[in-house]
């Protein structure tokens, strides 16, 4: 156990429907790391938080995609009018400023789009 | 763009042997390069890291060797265990400029004998 935690671990959903996702990062970390694992595949970069900003995004990041980091604690994904091909695994990671190389990751919640 | 590139995809030894894993990448402004171990149900967890201004760097039994040159970094797990039989993923940074964004490798299946 890192001391990241994510809920749900699962989520099975209907195609169009919106789900959101949380996190929970090791307390005294501020940065904050979204990725998403296709299976078979490692974990792609999806945005990145520093305390409450958000400063970076990937293109994989659609419109239908939305992040947010309320007082740079606790992080939600939610994602919008969800599509068979959002079925992964959305990890979080998080790592403090002074060793901010090594990212600690979640557990993760596994989507599934039906 | 695949920019870090790992082989092979799967890997079977029997316990005691030296499994590698071999990782090139393109992006010259790489700096950091972790490998990440990975169960199924889990998220990654992180197993060491070397910067390029090293060439070899060792934690416990597992040990990654760096070209600079090449663009090459590998890791070897010495006395391999039925209990290091995982995913292992490569990945790099560039600590200066991308917030910390990690780039995985596609990943390594490793099944270990007893």
């Known amino acids: 156990d890192t001391g990241v935690s994510q809920d749900p671990r699962h989520k099975i959903t209907k195609r169009g429907q919106n789900v959101t996702f949380r996190c929970d990062p090791i307390?005294?970390?501020?940065?904050l790391y979204w990725y998403r694992q296709t299976l078979g595949q490692g974990p792609e970069f999806l945005t990145y938080?520093?305390?409450?900003?958000?400063?970076?995004k990937s293109r994989l990041l659609s419109d239908r995609f939305s992040a947010e980091r309320p007082k740079g604690s606790f992080s939600t994904l939610e994602i919008q009018r969800t599509e068979q091909g959002d079925s992964a695994m959305y990890l979080c990671?998080?790592?403090?400023?002074?060793?901010?190389?090594?990212?600690?990751f979640g557990p993760g919640t596994r989507l599934t789009v039906t | 763009q695949q920019q870090v590139k790992q082989s092979p995809q799967s890997l079977i030894v029997q316990k005691g042997g030296i499994p590698i894993i071999n990782c090139a990448y393109e992006?010259?402004?790489?700096?950091?390069f972790p490998w990440y171990q990975q169960f199924p149900g889990k998220g990654p967890a992180l197993l060491i890291a070397?910067?390029?201004?090293?060439s070899e760097k060792k934690e416990g039994r597992f040990t990654i060797s760096f070209n600079k040159s090449a663009k090459q970094f590998s890791l070897h797990i010495m006395d391999s265990q039925p209990g290091d039989s995982a995913t292992y993923f490569c990945?790099?940074?560039?600590?200066?400029?991308?917030?910390?964004?990690?780039?995985f490798g596609q990943g390594t299946i490793l099944t270990v004998h007893p």
């Open positions: 990671a998080s790592s403090s400023y002074k060793d901010s190389y090594e990212q600690y």
């Open positions: 990945a790099a940074m560039t600590r200066g400029t991308s917030y910390g964004k990690l780039t």
């Open positions: 307390s005294e970390h501020n940065r």
């Open positions: 992006n010259t402004a790489f700096d950091y």
């Open positions: 938080f520093q305390n409450e900003a958000q400063l970076e």
């Open positions: 070397i910067r390029p201004d090293v």
